[in-house]
């Protein structure tokens, strides 16, 4: 187990490694830097002059970025003057994880409820809606959803405010269009799991030995097909901060991906690869976290990864 | 018991006597892979639904869209702004005086663009990096795999937005950001199916016959993994046709005047309050198209491989 985390540790960091390399290169290419920006005040230009030494070789300039980013500084954003990228991300995390985090837990708690119910029922009209469900929700995409959810309970129906973000019922309508594709994630795979360990001899075993049907469900059904689970993670995560930047931007939520988008039409290129590399790490983690879990959960697959 | 075991007269059975051959007598002609396929695919009427719709949007997309319109997707007409659907703009006009009708099917043409060059990706780079990886194995594999898992830590939108800034914005830029990395799970899947299949017996078999790797990899191994890669193909390509419409919608993808799904649904919902139709037609043609290209994949899974049937 710990040759296996230390692999996947290993990975990570490599990963890391890259995606921080090729920002870097990429930053250095591009046209422009923070001292020909016009807007920058003759001091902060100074500051910055001697935070990064940007008259040194680059392999110097490399080694200084790496250290930098390691310690968690990602440069200062060219847009809001004199503000570093760390803080900017730290001050919009709170809104993108609340909205995020409240959309996992509802897509998760529906999703199962569903998943489950269409498994109980085999093939009835429970079952139907759950792959009607799960088909629609991985096929319409949060930019179409959002507006249709703005449009019938924002506009016509006005239960929700449609835009801003200044109490907990603003968060209603950007946390729902979220959280359909988990529910529809969650339920296909629940109900996949199920039906498969429903089919299973130990269930049968358990049901001949007299245990109550709800009794098997709840301990033999329903712990055993919830494991596979776990590999839902990396993709939810990945899922939640790419439909972030669209919802966030369609209901006008101050979060890091409306942020990101509006740092991609001014051109702040320092907030652009700091947000990049502040997601990448978001999805590697998670990955991790998957990798470890799964680990942890079947040891067929650590062993496979130690026979190399 | 006892008693209901007695009343049953022997008379009322009747001994099958069946040749013990009849059992080896083979019933129907003997049915291929892909005939059985396709008579698997032919019952499940989602599927057969899904692809009738999309070779009719495909037609519409390319030729039908195109011939019976007279409307530019480009001109604009500042004196026919924002008229909803007509007989004149089936779909209605934008903005700028642009027919609908046109550009909706233009943006349909970028999206079928981007699920073609995702399939080719998918076939040219992952396929063949599978083979070699899991072909070879080894050292090579090592290295190969390594690659692989590196570059799936990366998440696609990264990549496309790294691409989408080093470049100009457009549709090779996205086509790059794409093809950089849509291939990989393919990859592994194909990696997965030779490391099961080059051990077998009939590889055994073409080797002691002097085949060479090439040849062993090109009529045997690919050929045995043929429904595994389609099956595959039909699920890379909506989560193309995806991205795409998602850089688009957030600015980052094709860039006025040329129109994407995903720009159209993005300027649509910009003006939603006062011209719903503007989001609504590029909406359902997009969702059309996601729902069919999902169930088709879904289909043809099934009737390509009935034990991952799910």
């Not at chain 1, 200044?166 to 994630?185: A, G, K, M, N």
């Not at chain 2, 070779?55 to 039908?64: E, G, K, M, N």
């Not at chain 2, 919902?269 to 069919?292: D, G, K, N, Q, T």
Request: include cysteine; charged fraction near 15%.
């Amino acid at each position: 187990m710990i040759r296996y985390v230390a692999r996947r540790l290993v990975y990570m960091l490599a990963a890391l490694f890259i995606i921080v390399s090729v920002t870097f290169f990429i930053s250095k290419a591009l046209p422009g830097n923070p001292f020909s920006n016009p807007k920058l005040s003759p001091q902060i230009r100074e500051q910055l002059f001697e935070k990064y030494g940007l008259d040194e070789p680059l392999y110097v300039q490399y080694a200084k970025y790496m250290a930098n980013v390691a310690q968690g500084d990602l440069g200062n954003s060219y847009y809001f003057e004199g503000r570093s990228v760390s803080q900017l991300i730290l001050q919009r995390l709170p809104v993108s994880a609340f909205i995020g985090i409240q959309a996992v837990i509802f897509g998760l708690v529906i999703g199962m409820v569903l998943g489950i119910v269409a498994a109980l029922w085999h093939n009835t009209v429970w079952d139907t809606l759950a792959v009607v469900v799960a088909i629609l929700g991985v096929s319409v995409p949060t930019f179409v959803l959002a507006p249709m959810l703005q449009y019938w309970l924002g506009l016509k129906l006005g239960w929700f405010p449609i835009a801003f973000f200044e109490s907990w019922i603003y968060s209603v309508l950007p946390s729902l269009t979220l959280s359909v594709f988990v529910i529809s994630t969650v339920a296909r795979f629940m109900r996949t799991e199920m039906l498969e360990v429903m089919g299973q001899d130990y269930i049968t075993l358990a049901k001949a030995k007299g245990i109550s049907g709800l009794g098997v469900i709840v301990k033999h059904v329903l712990r055993n097909a919830m494991i596979p689970l776990v590999t839902v993670l990396a993709p939810l995560t990945i899922y939640i901060i790419v439909g972030s930047l669209v919802v966030e931007q369609i209901f006008a939520v101050p979060g890091i991906g409306e942020q990101f988008v509006q740092s991609v039409f001014v051109n702040d290129y320092a907030m652009i690869l700091g947000t990049t590399i502040f997601f990448s790490v978001l999805f590697i983690l998670a990955l991790f976290i998957q990798d470890i879990m799964y680990g942890i959960i079947d040891p067929r697959i650590r062993v496979a990864g130690a026979k190399e | 018991m006892e008693t209901r075991y007695r009343e049953l007269d022997p008379s009322l059975f009747e001994s099958a006597d069946i040749d013990a051959y009849e059992g080896e007598r083979i019933a129907g002609p003997p049915v291929g892979f892909w005939r059985d396929a396709w008579i698997r695919l032919k019952k499940n009427r989602g599927a057969l639904v899904s692809l009738a719709v999309l070779v009719l949007v495909f037609a519409v997309a390319f030729v039908i869209g195109p011939l019976i319109s007279s409307h530019s997707p480009y001109a604009q007409d500042l004196s026919q702004r924002y008229l909803g659907p007509t007989s004149k703009f089936w779909f209605g006009t934008d903005k700028f005086g642009r027919d609908m009708w046109t550009r909706v099917w233009a943006g349909t043409r970028v999206s079928l663009y981007i699920g073609l060059l995702a399939a080719l990706m998918d076939i040219f780079v992952g396929v063949v990096y599978g083979a070699v990886s899991g072909f070879l194995g080894g050292r090579v594999d090592d290295v190969l795999q390594r690659g692989i898992e590196i570059l799936n830590g990366i998440p696609y939108l990264v990549v496309a937005i790294l691409a989408m800034i080093v470049f100009d914005p457009g549709i090779i830029t996205i086509s790059i950001a794409i093809g950089l990395t849509g291939w990989t799970y393919m990859a592994r899947i194909v990696r997965g199916r030779m490391l099961q299949l080059k051990d077998q017996e009939f590889t055994l078999a073409s080797r002691s016959l002097g085949a060479s790797g090439f040849r062993l990899v090109w009529k045997h191994l690919i050929p045995n993994s043929l429904g595994l890669i389609v099956i595959n193909l039909m699920f890379t390509i909506p989560a193309a046709i995806f991205a795409e419409a998602f850089l688009s919608f957030i600015g980052l993808g094709i860039q006025v005047p040329e129109a994407s799904l995903g720009s159209l649904i993005s300027d649509g919902a910009a003006e939603l309050r006062f011209h719903p139709y503007l989001l609504w037609l590029p909406s359902l043609v997009f969702c059309l198209l996601m729902i069919c290209f999902n169930l088709f994949g879904d289909g043809l899974r099934d009737a390509l491989d009935p034990k991952m049937r799910k």
